[in-house]
């Protein structure tokens, strides 16, 4: 909800703070380094503190950070804030794969795609209530609100989530060292370029379809919310049937054909329908990041690093989501077609990607406990 609500606001924040393009643009930059960093530390403090003690300090972050970001008067300060705001980005989803993990130990596909889907419709919300309390009361009354609602998700997590098991976890935790495996660091590698997909079509996708494709600002817009609705649709649908016939395996059958249908899709279709079907089967496909190379590095964790292991791929996911748009603006210059550009940037990249997975040993979940 909160980077929905960034990007909704964005336009008048840079009036209120007179920022530049550049400048304006560095917010998520900002949140994502910073979040990039915690999380690789977070996933640790998981295992060692306990999940519950490391969600509920991130959900704090986030509300502070986000809620003091919409009151402050300067522009240092606003961005500080958003810097802390990223240290909550950075220690929430670690501790929640990880807390997943717990729950369902041989469903860690199911319950890693649960919060890769509730994340989209998080920023689906973020962005429908952030548009309407803009327009009728600002945007400092939109991050406020945000704010106040990671507030009382804090609190309703402090009172509902049990921390036994992560006690349990932490006591039987590996050292830092032990988690830093051969697979680890292949996952690790893998998330860094298959996450370099995500954030770059969502990055310059709707900019493709505007230039190349000659579409309408509303067409565009739908044709980003399809690719949404299939991004939440594939992880959950990934998730699922990885539990039952592996990770590898669906990430092959998924990261392979995906690629070939962002050829298609970026150079082929021009109709706006063929178009639609085309970034929902690409959407789909491309679902298994983060959530199955997380599930996947837990398995292939020592024991009681789950938190590590998830901590270490969101840390290479959040590090590709500060790069990847800016090595695909490069290429867009440097090529002078922008077609061809996002061909390099989603294609190749998930052939490599799903060449790494297949490089992994898997363990079946029962063996991972």
Avoid at 134 to 140: K, L, P, Q, T, V
Avoid at 200 to 211: F, G, N, Q, Y
Wanted: aromatic share 10%; hydrophobic share 55%; proline share 3%.
């Amino acid at each position: 909800m909160m980077v929905a609500s960034l990007g909704i606001a964005l336009p008048e924040i840079r009036q209120t703070f007179s920022l530049s393009t550049i400048t304006a643009g560095s917010l998520f930059s900002v949140m994502m380094m910073i979040a990039a960093l915690t999380s690789f530390i977070a996933g640790r403090l998981a295992d060692r503190m306990g999940r519950k003690t490391v969600l509920i300090s991130g959900l704090t972050f986030l509300a502070l950070g986000f809620g003091s970001a919409g009151i402050t008067s300067d522009r240092l300060l606003f961005f500080f804030f958003l810097a802390l705001t990223g240290i909550g980005y950075g220690f929430t989803p670690p501790s929640l794969y990880a807390i997943m993990s717990d729950l369902l130990p041989n469903r860690r596909g199911l319950g890693a795609s649960l919060v890769s889907v509730s994340y989209g419709i998080g920023g689906a919300i973020g962005a429908v209530l952030a548009s309407r309390i803009i327009a009728a009361f600002g945007w400092r009354a939109a991050f406020v609100t945000v704010g106040g609602i990671a507030a009382v998700d804090m609190l309703l997590q402090l009172f509902w989530i049990r921390n036994i098991s992560s006690i349990r976890t932490a006591n039987r935790s590996s050292s830092f060292k032990d988690a830093l495996t051969t697979p680890i660091l292949i996952l690790a590698l893998a998330e860094f370029i298959g996450g370099s997909v995500f954030w770059s079509s969502a990055a310059w996708t709707p900019t493709l379809l505007r230039v190349a494709k000659m579409l309408t600002l509303q067409e565009t817009g739908w044709l980003m919310g399809l690719l949404s609705l299939a991004n939440m649709l594939g992880s959950f649908s990934l998730g699922s049937l990885s539990d039952k016939f592996g990770r590898k395996l669906v990430i092959a059958l998924s990261a392979f054909p995906a690629a070939a249908t962002a050829f298609v899709v970026y150079y082929r279709l021009e109709s706006v329908a063929a178009i639609a079907v085309g970034i929902f089967v690409f959407g789909t496909l491309k679902a298994s990041v983060p959530a199955l190379v997380v599930a996947l590095a837990q398995e292939a964790a020592p024991a009681g690093s789950a938190g590590t292991a998830s901590g270490i791929i969101m840390s290479l996911h959040y590090t590709s989501g500060v790069l990847a748009p800016l090595i695909a603006a490069q290429l867009i210059t440097g090529t002078g077609d922008i077609v061809l550009a996002m061909i390099l940037v989603s294609s190749v990249p998930l052939v490599l990607y799903g060449s790494l997975i297949g490089a992994v040993r898997e363990r079946s979940p029962t063996i991972a406990r």
